[in-house]
């Protein structure tokens, strides 16, 4: 699964910066110190879980009643006892109505018409007692495991009205149907579900733990207007005398119960095949039927990619993907059914900004390391998103260049270094709260910054034959972070405990303070590691280092493998420079002091993407000098796009020497870059110069083919207040995308009339979850302004969305609105009232720490 975790970390970083700041490094000979907030917290133990029987093949039939969004179902379940004989069978099952519970047994009896056998089955009712989470079903006898048993369950699931102990803590409850009376005008009825961790079984029965493995037969009776999708393959769909259809779905390769799936809903299909003949189809939403493979299509090179990196080939009968309304995660791999939130539809306009391609690599190497070999516990989780995240760097690697995938990788590591902040916990944990705990940054971005380490130490053969070698030691089976360790030992020909105990084993990352001397044809390199070592290994890290004298590069292999430490390296004279992890693949911080004129040489001689980014960043406050000055100008050209972004980006507001020349070329890049993020930000740079006389521009960037381009010429347009401010606006209040309304929003916050209040509803509904923040913000920003009566109209619209809003961040951004509000009587106590009905674990922690904020 691909948590919403770039957004929801970006948004984090927002509220929590200077409020939780990481705990400086203690002497661990400090008994008195206070154990910092970060460090790794001991939950319950949570051992993978002990299968009394094994579920061989779940067959279920649904039906649908919307009124009461139940499902009507009955499961057949072939299973056998695990090991030791078995008397009973335990399923979970989550807040069902049970109508009968049977044993089923076949006869073949001899028919003398048809002269033949014929097979039919024997209904045995049983007994069993239900708790409403968990059936169980006392069997006719005891039963060994060289028995095959088949019981059937007749059940209604009723996921909207489970109890808070049977959802998860976010009120995950498996099953869920959107809009399921019809209306909400302009949403489309849908049901879909979503079963990790263990949810599925709020609306099937089953043994729902990812160390068990099934096949699986739905059928699925809906109006004949529908479409459905689920796991495996269609194999039937038949008309019903009551105008409905069923379609049946068979999958006959066994995966975990929680990746088991459906969607119901109206949806355009676009289908393709690769050269093997396996088919691959996308389901959007009817308006995005034109941009169906535009969004998806590079999925038929993602594939053959994937095959040839891990060598194996894609292991399952189809490949779907599906985009379906307030989804709760960003996306969901369920085997051969992947399940995306909507905001991966997008139009051919705004495919130009960026696309989904990270997201849509994520889910697909799932169906490799997750759904065909998967972790054994949720404790073991790394083992399927870690992989999956490092898909995401791989295939930018290979579309785009290593730069590219460089940019991925420090987003990443951002990521989790902002929530090491808050937490440092290791990759697998036999110790946690709440399973849900371990869907984090740790097990995403640090884990695949892990992975990346492991490539960097072991090389690109030694790496990808030892996924090989995993994939098909463990095919359709689970594993534990043992076989992996040990795949690559066997690989190598290496002891590498060392290196799994550090990063995996083990909490937090290492902080370095790396110091030089030059003195007497010689460098001396001090390397300390500034970790809490109370909580924290002293790390064993091999790095590259290369040392630059007289223009020319030698480069040394050094273990840094002590608290403090010493390298010499011979130098004639002093260095022009001395980069410390040349490979920039440190998982971890380091504070390396250089200065100006090393950075002006690493920019122009390290042709790593982070070694110019730093020399950029550390840079920008030195414009006033020429030397700088004239890299920063340079740079506006780099070769990379995220280069050019920031060395534009370090001039706003800027008003020093050659500035006609620094704008000039600034003016360039807004008019003609090839990478709309640039032309993005050379407009916004322009507009931080406080004339008007870069309007001509602003207005030429309204008719850019990029809504990223059209929307920042919006800003800066009419915040000079032209005459024709008015009819800009008009002309783009309506439009297709976000950013653009959102920046026409802003304009009209300013104005603060009453009559736009009903502009800004009617937009704010129709915008994608992802989407709906932003405009929350620019909204509260209209009723500061705006009169008491707006204000008042606006409550009812932003209580419920602080309260049901389908993503936490909207919640938050509604409840954050409310705040400027607190005047209006009732507003304070409103907002007590959000807080305390709030479910979701992260969310009700930022209200801890903001409280009235």
Same mark, same amino acid.
């Given at each position: ?30 008994? /008195? ?12 133990? +949570? ?23 139940? !499902? ?8 056998? @006892? ?59 006898? /005891? ?37 399921? *009376? =019809? %209306? ?37 009776? #809906?109006?004949?207007?529908?479409? /459905?999708?689920?796991? =495996? ?81 894609? @292991? ?134 892990? %992975? ?54 083990? !909490? ?15 460098? /001396? ?6 970790? *809490?070592?109370?909580?924290?290994? $002293? ?30 390296? @011979? ?16 998982? =971890? ?75 000039? $070329? ?11 993020? #640039? ?51 008009? +002309? ?55 009169? #008491? ?27 954050? #609105? ?15 009232? $959000? +807080?305390? !009905?709030?479910?979701? @674990? ?12």
């Amino acid at each position: 699964m691909r948590k919403m975790l770039r957004v929801i970390a970006l948004f984090i970083c927002l509220f929590t910066t200077n409020i939780i700041s990481l705990a400086a490094p203690k002497n661990p000979a400090d008994t /008195t110190a206070k154990r910092p907030a970060w460090a790794a917290k001991k939950g319950a133990y +949570r051992p993978t879980r002990a299968l009394k029987n094994d579920i061989l093949h779940t067959q279920l039939k649904l039906q649908f009643d919307w009124l009461r969004q139940h !499902a009507l179902g009955t499961a057949t379940i072939t299973f056998k @006892p695990y090991f030791y004989p078995q008397n009973t069978l335990e399923l979970d099952a989550k807040g069902f109505d049970i109508k009968g519970v049977f044993q089923l047994d076949t006869l073949e009896q001899y028919d003398s018409t048809a002269k033949k056998y014929v097979k039919s089955f024997a209904f045995d009712t049983l007994e069993y007692t239900y708790n409403r989470r968990v059936l169980n079903i006392k069997l006719r006898r /005891t039963y060994s495991r060289f028995d095959t048993l088949h019981v059937l369950i007749d059940y209604v699931a009723k996921p909207n009205e489970l109890t808070d102990d049977m959802m998860g803590s976010k009120g995950d409850k498996g099953l869920y149907f959107i809009n399921a *009376d =019809g %209306l909400d005008e302009g949403k489309p009825r849908q049901i879909w579900t979503q079963g990790e961790t263990e949810y599925n079984s709020c609306w099937f029965p089953t043994v729902d733990t990812p160390n068990e493995k099934m096949t699986q037969d739905i059928s699925l009776r #809906v109006d004949n207007k529908f479409k /459905t999708i689920s796991n =495996g393959l269609l194999v039937e769909s038949k008309m019903n005398d009551d105008s409905t259809r069923t379609d049946r779905w068979v999958q006959n390769i066994p995966h975990a119960p929680y990746l088991a799936a459906f969607v119901v809903g109206d949806f355009a299909k676009e289908t393709e095949k690769l050269p093997n003949g396996l088919e691959l189809s996308y389901y959007v939403e009817p308006e995005y039927a034109p941009h169906a493979k535009a969004i998806f299509g590079r999925t038929a090179q993602m594939i053959p990619f994937f095959e040839e990196k891990f060598g194996v080939k894609y @292991p399952w009968q189809k490949y779907a993907q599906v985009a379906v309304r307030d989804f709760v995660a960003g996306a969901m791999e369920n085997t051969s059914i992947t399940v995306h939130a909507e905001n991966v539809q997008m139009d051919g306009r705004s495919l130009l900004d960026g696309n989904s391609d990270a997201v849509i690599a994520h889910e697909l190497v799932h169906h490799w390391f997750g759904n065909y070999v998967t972790c054994e516990s949720w404790g073991q989780l790394p083992l399927n998103e870690a992989f999956a995240n490092y898909a995401e760097y791989l295939w930018a690697e290979y579309a785009k260049g290593r730069e590219e995938a460089d940019l991925w990788g420090q987003g990443e590591l951002q990521q989790y270094l902002g929530e090491a902040e808050q937490k440092q916990e290791p990759l697998i944990r036999a110790y946690y709260a709440d399973k849900e705990d371990m869907f984090d940054s740790h097990s995403y971005a640090k884990g695949g910054r892990t %992975l990346h380490m492991l490539r960097k130490y072991v090389g690109d053969e030694a790496f990808f034959l030892s996924f090989k070698k995993y994939l098909e030691a463990h095919r359709l089976g689970t594993a534990e972070v043992a076989d992996l360790r040990e795949v690559f030992e066997q690989v190598t020909g290496e002891d590498l405990t060392w290196f799994f105990n550090q990063w995996f084993m083990s !909490a937090g990352h290492p902080t370095l303070k790396v110091e030089k001397v030059f003195d007497t044809n010689k460098i /001396t390199l001090t390397v300390r590691q500034l970790q *809490d070592s109370t909580y924290t290994p $002293i790390y064993r890290l091999p790095l590259k280092i290369d040392v630059w004298v007289k223009g020319q590069k030698k480069q040394y292999d050094i273990v840094v493998n002590r608290a403090v430490q010493t390298f010499e390296f @011979p130098a004639e004279q002093r260095p022009d420079l001395v980069d410390f992890d040349v490979e920039k693949q440190l998982l =971890g911080v380091i504070e390396y002091e250089k200065s100006k004129p090393e950075l002006v040489f690493q920019y122009h001689n390290c042709d790593n993407y982070m070694a110019r980014y730093e020399s950029v960043t550390n840079l920008e406050s030195q414009l006033a000098d020429s030397t700088v000055r004239h890299l920063m100008m340079q740079a506006m050209n780099d070769r990379f796009w995220k280069i050019r972004q920031v060395a534009i980006s370090n001039f706003s507001e800027y008003d020093g020497q050659e500035f006609n020349s620094v704008e000039r $070329i600034i003016q360039s890049k807004a008019r003609v870059d090839a990478h709309s993020r #640039v032309r993005t930000e050379a407009i916004i740079t322009l507009g931080s110069f406080g004339d008007n006389s870069n309007d001509p521009l602003f207005r030429e960037a309204l008719n850019d083919t990029s809504y990223l381009v059209v929307s920042a010429a919006i800003d800066s347009y009419l915040i000079g207040k032209p005459d024709d401010a008015a009819d800009v606006a008009t +002309r783009f209040e309506n439009a297709p995308n976000s950013d653009i309304v959102t920046a026409v929003a802003n304009y009209y916050a300013g104005l603060a009339k009453a009559e736009q209040y009903d502009w800004f509803i009617q937009k704010m509904n129709r915008l994608k979850p992802n989407d709906i923040y932003n405009f929350l913000q620019v909204f509260g920003k209209y009723l500061i302004r705006a009169n #008491v009566e707006t204000q008042r109209r606006a409550l009812p619209m932003l209580e419920s969305t602080a309260r049901n809003a389908s993503t936490y961040f909207v919640r938050f951004g509604a409840y954050q #609105v409310l705040g400027l509000l607190t005047d209006i009587e009732g507003v304070k106590s409103m907002r007590k009232g $959000i +807080r305390t !009905a709030e479910r979701d @674990p992260k969310l009700k922690e930022m209200y801890g720490q903001f409280g009235d904020f």
